[in-house]
């Protein structure tokens, strides 16, 4: 593998009173989508500020592309859309993109062109001429989003990037995203959204209280979480499965989500018990399946059953 | 330098684009033209002559001089000149002196347009006034310095014209005695003559001083709540990853600071545009060409203008560093207002040292001044206006204030990037010292 964009060594960063990030470690390889899941308060945007050099860390070092320089040196080449989107609201949406493209080096008119394309693919261009605090929350994320791609940056750093989005726009925005990596160029992205990321990240690393839990592809986090795993959808009488979901001989744990479930068989326990018992207790199945465990599934068993990875409150200037 | 250049130019166009700019730039120029015509058109009304009711009872026929003295005052000169007093002669004697004055004095005070009967003022000579010089006025403008004087200068005139007369002085011989001096004065610099009187030089970089005084106070403070309302905005967390926050910063002093600069070289290029048509102007408004000449700014050399231009630009560029640099310190602008108050009183300082210079402009307060980059704006327009300033103290006290304004935005740099995220949270000066140091 060639050098990876990212490369967080050891990093720890202490705010008053808490630890935001704790001896966090992960490498960001060069292309492909790179998710970083947590609950709220888990450190990811401070972890992002960390990488885009907005913070500097108690302990540890930051590599960008193996480059010794910082993410200000190296701004040319990274895009980046914080969590908390800020935006001059009294100024035009073009003049405004031109001039998040100019703080990124492109030349005027360059960047003019540019923000033109990007208003018309993202279907804002007849709101050019007006004024930011015109346009919608969404539009303006959008705008924003825009702002961070302008200089086509080979690394693009997106601090929840889909909050907030009706599901067109996120759509969209996904579309974009998955895009960008397919011509090689490489997305980092938090969220806490767990289907979005799984279907979407090649890697993912999922951290929580600053530590990292899991990292690795996708398909080797699953693989390491072990255990079978049954997927079911209930049609009638769903209260029927209540006593045999409970049961620890069968079930290791449960994800219940009423009228469907995720579950862990017990180690030694067989699935065609468990399908047997739902049956034969009159519990109208509409899915049965032997699955992979999804990530959220991993997520809720690696951070949820720990009582102290209870999400924190979020704390202004160290949420997330 | 490209990126500052890209701040600078957002800063510029997105505040004189606003309506706000618009509206208070041409506002300014309307209130300026009605500043200068109004009390030209009121005092053109107001210079009528003063009915003076002149009781006579010093028995020597002082009465008749004093008169004539005050009949022949006039206002200005030459042809537009017109009689400052109307004098009448109320003859008595030491029986019925009071008896005249207080009948004059219960109509005193309604001469404005209340006919014949009203007078302004009373002037009582008795029978010492003669001898001793000692004579009442009574009136309702006693309250005017200028007004009293020169009654006084009128009545000495006379009485001095009398007293000549009595010792058997010509009279022909006493009217030329008593032509007043009349002193014009001009600056020298360098052994030539530059053509302006000391005064209005003085008036020029006094004028300059309060200029900038103003300016600081009003444009200057834009810089502060700019940088507070973008810390706030929170679209710094974009910028401070693409810009240095020297870039940021002096991109910001300098956008905000042209955009101040712009309204302002409006607003002066008025005013001299009123000045030099002042006379046209003045036609305009059905005044003579008398009125007109109250509209004359004093020419200006142009060296002195290269010089004032110079040290208003840096002047006002170097406060608004400072006051970004405070607001780098604050979160919110209530916070800021309690450290604006330093700069403030240094402003102060150097405006006030103007007037300390007067008398010495060369000296050791005023040299050391020149080269402290706050108070410079304000001392070395003074100086040079007055005497010759040696050409190298021009050059050090202007490169002092270049690398002064560098070093300040350097600082606010230094501050800001390490209280940029601290929100909520005022700094102690502890941890401002080691941001800086950081």
Redesign the interface.
């Known amino acids: 593998m060639s050098t990876p964009s990212v490369s967080v060594e050891s990093v720890t960063k202490r705010f008053a009173g808490h630890t935001a990030v704790s001896d966090l470690s992960l490498q960001v390889p060069s292309g492909g989508i790179y998710g970083l899941l947590g609950p709220n308060g888990a450190g990811k945007s401070t972890t992002i500020r960390l990488i885009m050099s907005i913070l500097q860390p108690d302990e540890g070092r930051i590599a960008l592309f193996g480059d010794g320089r910082n993410s200000r040196d190296l701004s040319a080449r990274i895009g980046y859309l914080p969590e908390e989107r800020g935006l001059y609201k009294k100024m035009k949406v073009l003049d405004h993109l031109v001039f998040l493209g100019e703080v990124k080096g492109i030349a005027r008119n360059d960047a003019r062109q540019r923000a033109q394309a990007w208003l018309e693919r993202l279907e804002i261009a007849g709101w050019a001429q007006k004024k930011v605090e015109d346009l919608s929350k969404g539009m303006q994320q959008k705008v924003q989003f825009a702002g961070s791609l302008l200089h086509e940056p080979e690394l693009v750093i997106l601090d929840e990037p889909f909050s907030g989005l009706d599901p067109i726009n996120a759509q969209a925005m996904k579309d974009i995203v998955v895009e960008i990596a397919a011509g090689g160029r490489t997305v980092l992205f938090s969220t806490h959204v767990m289907e979005q990321a799984e279907r979407m990240c090649d890697r993912v690393a999922i951290i929580a209280r600053g530590k990292l839990v899991v990292n690795g592809t996708v398909a080797q986090v699953k693989a390491d979480f072990g255990g079978r795993h049954v997927a079911l959808g209930f049609a009638h009488d769903r209260h029927q499965a209540d006593a045999i979901l409970a049961d620890p001989r069968l079930v290791a744990r449960l994800d219940d989500y009423g009228a469907s479930a995720e579950l862990k068989m017990a180690d030694g326990a067989d699935p065609g018990q468990l399908l047997a018992a739902l049956v034969g207790a009159g519990v109208g199945l509409r899915r049965f399946e032997v699955v992979e465990p999804s990530l959220h599934a991993i997520f809720v068993a690696k951070v949820g059953a720990d009582p102290d990875a209870t999400p924190l409150p979020a704390v202004a200037g160290a949420s997330a | 330098m490209?990126?500052t250049f890209?701040?600078i130019r957002?800063e510029y166009?997105?505040r004189v684009r606003?309506r706000a700019f618009l509206i208070s730039t041409l506002l300014l120029p309307v209130f300026m033209l009605a500043m200068a015509v109004l009390p030209v058109l009121l005092m053109s009304g107001g210079d009528h002559g003063s009915r003076v009711a002149v009781v006579d009872a010093s028995g020597s026929g002082l009465g008749q001089p004093v008169v004539a003295a005050l009949d022949a005052a006039t206002f200005d000169d030459g042809k537009a000149a017109r009689p400052r007093y109307e004098a009448t002669l109320f003859p008595a004697d030491a029986a019925s002196l009071g008896q005249v004055r207080d009948g004059l004095i219960a109509k005193a005070g309604f001469a404005k347009g209340k006919g014949q009967d009203g007078w302004d003022g009373v002037l009582v000579l008795d029978a010492d006034t003669l001898a001793s010089g000692k004579l009442h006025y009574y009136g309702d403008n006693v309250s005017s310095p200028d007004g009293m004087n020169r009654l006084q200068r009128e009545v000495s005139k006379a009485l001095a014209g009398v007293r000549l007369a009595h010792a058997g002085v010509d009279q022909a011989l006493v009217t030329k005695a008593m032509a007043p001096a009349d002193m014009d004065t001009a600056k020298v610099t360098d052994g030539k003559l530059t053509g302006q009187s000391g005064e209005a030089s003085f008036a020029l970089a006094y004028g300059m001083g309060f200029l900038l005084y103003i300016a600081i106070i009003t444009y200057g403070s834009r810089t502060l709540v700019s940088v507070i309302e973008e810390k706030n905005?929170?679209?710094?967390?974009?910028?401070?990853?693409?810009?240095?926050p020297f870039q940021m910063l002096m991109g910001k002093v300098l956008g905000v600071g042209l955009a101040g600069l712009t309204q302002m070289g409006i607003w002066v290029g008025t005013a001299f545009v009123l000045g030099s048509q002042g006379p046209h102007l003045a036609g305009a408004f059905g005044m003579g060409a008398d009125a007109a000449g109250k509209f004359v700014i004093p020419s200006m050399p142009p060296a002195l203008l290269v010089v004032f231009l110079l040290y208003f630009t840096l002047g006002f560029l170097i406060y608004g560093s400072l006051y970004a640099a405070i607001g780098a310190m604050c979160n919110t602008i209530q916070e800021a207002q309690q450290y604006a108050v330093f700069v403030t009183m240094s402003i102060l300082v150097g405006f006030m040292s103007m007037f300390g210079l007067i008398n010495d402009p060369a000296g050791t307060l005023g040299t050391t001044m020149s080269f402290i980059p706050l108070f410079a704006p304000f001392t070395m327009p003074v100086r040079w206006s007055m005497t010759a300033v040696p050409p190298m103290q021009l050059a050090l006290s202007l490169g002092l204030m270049v690398v002064g304004l560098l070093a300040c935005v350097w600082l606010a740099g230094r501050i800001y990037r390490t209280g940029?995220?601290?929100?909520?949270k005022k700094p102690t000066w502890g941890e401002l010292w080691r941001w800086i140091r950081a």
Do not use: D, P
């Open positions: 490209n990126k890209a701040v957002r166009v997105e606003t905005s929170r679209i710094m967390e974009v910028l401070t990853s693409s810009l240095t940029i995220l601290m929100y909520g």
